[in-house]
């Protein structure tokens, strides 16, 4: 077996970016959206706090008996997970992995052309050499609650409508892609 992944060399301040995934049928689509500072900055301590997490933790490899505890994280090789989830046609007969590990290569998603239906995952992408990269998966709608139907609102001087698309991420990480490793962190 090869050695299991190190992340300890993951550099937080790379350069990152963001992935949304969303069903289409029975397949997954996905797209980059770009980011302001502010936001790259809190995802890179998100990053960092997560590393700084499984640090304090012991990595062992998966089985299908492993028991995932607040101590340890499993890792399991990429190979394992075979083609799932699929992907849409429009990304050429890649994997779900090397999709997130190459973000560059997604469509861009501009504001107008967010999907009606639900976001289904999210995933922050460090790095900026290919191999080198990790990307941190969270399954979670970042719109959840916030759509079409609710009054939402922002507070200065006086309460004003927010029109433009509003997203909430939490600062949770369900899964790590590293080059052929994945690893579960959710505690």
Request: proline share 7%.
């Amino acid at each position: 077996m090869a050695t299991m992944p190190d992340l300890a060399a993951i550099d937080p301040d790379s350069p990152v970016s963001l992935s949304v995934g969303w069903r289409s049928g029975t397949k997954l689509r996905l797209a980059q959206m770009m980011l302001g500072v502010e936001v790259v900055g809190r995802f890179r301590q998100l990053i960092a706090d997560t590393l700084d997490d499984m640090e304090e933790r012991t990595q062992e490899p998966w089985t299908p008996e492993a028991d995932l505890t607040p101590e340890t994280y499993l890792t399991v090789d990429r190979g394992v997970l075979g083609e799932a989830p699929l992907l849409a046609s429009e990304h050429q007969a890649i994997t779900f992995a090397e999709a997130l590990l190459a973000p560059e290569a997604l469509r861009v998603l501009a504001p107008n052309d967010l999907p009606t239906k639900d976001l289904e995952l999210y995933a922050i992408t460090v790095g900026s050499e290919p191999g080198e990269r990790a990307a941190f998966l969270r399954r979670s709608n970042p719109r959840r609650g916030l759509r079409a139907g609710r009054l939402l609102t922002s507070y200065h001087d006086v309460l004003t409508r927010i029109d433009a698309p509003v997203f909430g991420f939490d600062l949770d990480v369900d899964l790590i892609f590293v080059e052929t490793w994945c690893t579960c962190c959710r505690r």
